[in-house]
């Protein structure tokens, strides 16, 4: 396998390798040169995939699911950037460490991540502007506004033409009973005619020469958004819809379900509401960057296999302190958040102390090292625990614990943890 | 054997060419290299008769002709001559070939953070080292024990499985913590409890060799980098390595792709590129072949020997001989005591009796018969073979003679008056 990644590596790049082993091992081990040019071609290709594929308003993609799909691979990217990093480690074979060195692996680290976090942000952000750049939006009004209205004049089966449609010519339909091509408000569309907007045209303006014009309209707007041309005259149309006669094309609900997709994603795109766009998302994202990023810190200073228990640790602990919490309320009545802060706090000496014991056993030594590691996990959590104290807590204000937290686990590690654990590695063991 | 000077060197190297062994005759000429700055075109010659020999080694007995042979051991004794003239010229010889007034000094490779040290030196000192292990079932106890490790000597630690040898090997590697006793390694000036740093002189290899990931070569480059030798150093280093330990054939394989003693003498081969003060090694002759064990055995004794980086060896193994053959000091271990702690050469020098390892095809009765004539002669039966006891005033030929003139065939004979096997016989008879 390693012969094969070995033949996709150009010769300049294992040039550089090779000098940066020979001379920057500590550098070599962050394998940055790798990561800045196989995650420099992927984002340059991803940017102009996003550039240059051509758009048609037939089939608009949804940049949110090319956002979520991107992501297999740069998490894959990202497991095999962990694993060669874990391979050649300068502390773990006890080599010359010089100062500050910590500090660049861990801005080398972040940049890392970045990049890699960056690629599936670009590419989306890129394609929704360039969606969004397809058709003006008073054009897209115009659309949906003539897709709408001559929407009643194509019912897939009579069902439909009954509910929409009285014997005595009345139009049924309204806000409650009509699907639209499109929602009937939005932030930068001002134009959209509302159902009953819609239904007043049509009992207003019932001349043959002014439906026709709407099933005209309907359908050019239908061919731009379904990609397929209804081949039927208007009057052959406004003929059927007179005598109660369904109009005959194969696949009519899908391909108005199509232009409706299409147009919803043109909407996405020009309100920016796509996920990647919301800011409590990237809020959330930046978080779990910096999360990813301290716990590959962790993990590239302490064993693979206290490193997998203290996530199961972690997942019992957090198990475990919510069955308190109910416990705490569904018996005593207390609520959990004035149990929630003392709770988190013992939970959390508890596995500072346990880091720090004298004992020194071979089995201890690794529980040692899974309670700092189940510490360094709580401490972006403890700003934010302790502004739940005061139960009403704005969201702004738990982003802003949240960030705070994160610092001060950087801070924590940086200062006691890292240190804790290469010595905890160099120790001799009582068994 | 120990503390060999120059023309010492001279005169071995002059015999091993004289008795045509090419394998040694190569290995050591590479060995003034890491004594001595000799030019770079001299290095570059021998490292090429080292290759050409491995590549001579491996033909078949049709392609290994006696004047490719010849024509190497010519080579061989013109580079020895030219490295003699040289070291005349820098005046660490004189014309006779003692040892001239310039000092072994300066370095050729240079070892950062490798203090300048000197053979004799205290590597390790530890006094009343204990350690006890106790299950619900059974407790072993390494009862106090006194070790001093020096640079320049090999110190092998025989005996009998589950006796203690690597206790005491992991003790003094940092592996493991004493229960009692004082440790300090005081070539390596460090300050007591720094383990990490402590670990930056030791060398170990144990028995169960962990896998390496990634190509062996970028291995070996990478433990050299750490320890401080960068750039061209290193390329130049490493190659000299493999080339000295007959690893060419493997140097861009993988480690599942190389055989056991081959494991071995990579692993062997990233302990030494960066010149440690402590190499530990424990049964290392376990998975080789007779004449890999004898190769391995040499060189670990060049190795404790060299002039420029003289290294403190501890070796456990259950050959006794191979062992004896090439340590300074030993330690028998027999349940968890030291039979014996001292230097090789003074073992058995206060005995009363002479014994001798011997198979034959005569019966005991008849073999008693033979040797009526020594007084003091008592025989024991051991397994296939048979142990002679008698008075020290007797030697080796005149059981010899004893035998061979009544016709006995000797199938096997060893004198072991001076060797710990006497101990393990010892121990068998009190079983």
């Known amino acids: ?431 | 054997m120990n503390h060999e000077n120059i023309s010492e060197r001279f005169e071995e190297l002059r015999l091993l060419i004289d008795e045509q062994d090419l394998s040694r005759s190569s290995r050591r000429i590479l060995d003034f290299f890491t004594d001595f700055p000799l030019p770079h075109n001299l290095k570059r010659a021998a490292i090429t008769l080292r290759a050409d020999y491995n590549a001579y080694a491996l033909l078949d007995q049709a392609s290994a002709t006696s004047d490719k042979l010849d024509a190497m051991l010519m080579r061989a004794a013109s580079l020895t001559n030219d490295i003699s003239q040289h070291l005349l010229k820098q005046n660490y010889i004189s014309e006779t070939g003692e040892e001239a007034g310039h000092a072994i000094g300066g370095e050729f490779f240079h070892t950062k953070g490798r203090q300048q040290v000197k053979k004799g030196e205290a590597v390790f000192l530890g006094k009343n080292i204990s350690k006890t292990f106790r299950t619900p079932k059974y407790t072993f106890q390494l009862p106090e024990l006194d070790l001093e490790l020096r640079l320049g000597e090999v110190t092998g630690i025989v005996g009998e499985n589950g006796n203690g040898k690597t206790t005491l090997l992991r003790i003094v590697a940092g592996d493991l913590e004493a229960d009692a006793g004082e440790m300090s390694y005081p070539a390596f000036q460090v300050p007591a409890g720094d383990w990490y740093r402590t670990k930056q002189h030791i060398a170990y290899i144990p028995q169960q060799l962990k896998p390496w990931q990634g190509f062996l070569k970028e291995n070996l480059h990478f433990s050299a980098a750490i320890h401080g030798i960068r750039g061209q150093q290193n390329e130049e280093q490493v190659n000299f390595i493999i080339h000295r330990l007959g690893l060419t054939k493997y140097e861009e394989a993988l480690w599942n792709e190389v055989s056991s003693g081959f494991k071995l003498r990579f692993t062997l081969a990233r302990a030494l590129v960066w010149k440690p003060l402590l190499l530990i090694i424990d049964e290392p002759l376990a998975n080789l072949d007779i004449n890999t064990q004898q190769i391995f055995l040499q060189d670990l004794r060049y190795l404790a020997n060299s002039a420029q980086n003289p290294m403190a060896i501890l070796v456990t193994s259950q050959h006794l001989h191979e062992v004896e053959s090439i340590a300074d000091n030993i330690i028998f271990m027999k349940n968890g005591e030291a039979l014996y702690n001292g230097a090789m050469q003074d073992f058995g020098q206060d005995r009363a009796e002479n014994l001798f390892e011997i198979s034959t095809t005569a019966t005991k009765t008849e073999m008693l018969g033979a040797l009526q004539h020594l007084k003091g002669l008592h025989i024991e039966d051991a397994g296939q073979l048979k142990i002679i006891h008698v008075p020290v005033a007797y030697a080796a030929n005149d059981v010899l003679n004893g035998l061979v003139s009544k016709q006995i065939t000797v199938n096997y004979f060893r004198d072991i008056s001076t060797s710990t096997l006497k101990l393990f016989r010892e121990n068998v008879k009190k079983n």
């Open chain 1, 1 to 431: 396998m390693l012969r094969k990644i070995e033949l996709l590596i150009p010769p300049f790049l294992k040039r550089l390798d090779q000098q940066l082993l020979l001379n920057r091992p500590g550098l070599w081990t962050t394998k940055i040169h790798y990561v800045l040019f196989f995650g420099g071609i992927g984002l340059l290709l991803l940017l102009i995939k996003a550039t240059l594929t051509p758009l048609s308003l037939s089939d608009i993609p949804n940049p949110g699911t090319h956002f979520m799909v991107l992501l297999i691979p740069i998490i894959i990217g990202f497991g095999v950037y962990v694993f060669r990093l874990s391979l050649f480690n300068v502390e773990k074979q006890f080599g010359q460490t010089a100062p500050g060195r910590s500090l660049r692996d861990q801005l080398i680290f972040a940049a890392t991540i970045g990049l890699l976090a960056l690629m599936p942000f670009a590419y989306s952000y890129i394609l929704s502007d360039k969606i969004a750049a397809q058709v003006s939006n008073e054009q897209l009004s115009a659309d949906i506004n003539a897709l709408n209205l001559g929407d009643l004049f194509f019912p897939e089966d009579v069902y439909l033409y009954d509910k929409n449609v009285k014997e005595n010519g009345e139009y049924h339909y309204d806000t409650y009973d009509y699907e639209g091509y499109s929602p009937f408000y939005s932030e930068v569309l001002i134009d959209i005619r509302s159902p009953r907007e819609i239904k007043q045209i049509h009992t207003n303006h019932t001349s043959q020469e002014e439906k026709l014009q709407q099933i005209s309209n309907f359908k050019q707007a239908f061919a731009k958004y379904s990609g397929t041309s209804i081949t039927y005259s208007s009057e052959t149309i406004l003929g059927l819809f007179d005598s109660r006669q369904i109009l005959q094309m194969r696949h009519l609900g899908e391909l108005k379900a199509k232009a409706r997709s299409n147009i919803e994603n043109l909407l996405l795109s020009k309100e920016k509401n796509h996920l990647f766009h919301d800011r409590e998302v990237i809020h959330a994202t930046a978080f779990s960057l910096a999360g990813i990023w301290l716990m590959l810190l962790i993990f590239l200073k302490t064993r693979p296999r206290n490193f997998l228990w203290a996530i199961v640790g972690g997942i019992v602990v957090l198990f475990m302190g919510g069955t308190v919490l109910s416990l705490f309320r569904v018996v005593a009545g207390i609520y959990p958040e004035i149990v929630l802060w003392p709770m988190f706090m013992a939970t959390l000496a508890f596995f500072i102390y346990q880091g720090y014991r004298k004992k020194n056993s071979r089995r201890s030594n690794h529980w040692k090292a899974i309670s700092l590691i189940l510490a360094a996990m709580m401490l972006p959590f403890l700003p934010l625990v302790t502004l739940t104290m005061d139960k009403y807590i704005s969201q702004q204000e738990a982003w802003f614990a949240l960030d705070l937290g994160i610092m001060l686990a950087f801070i924590v590690w940086n200062l006691a943890f890292s240190h804790r654990f290469t010595k905890l590695r160099a120790m001799p063991t009582e068994n």
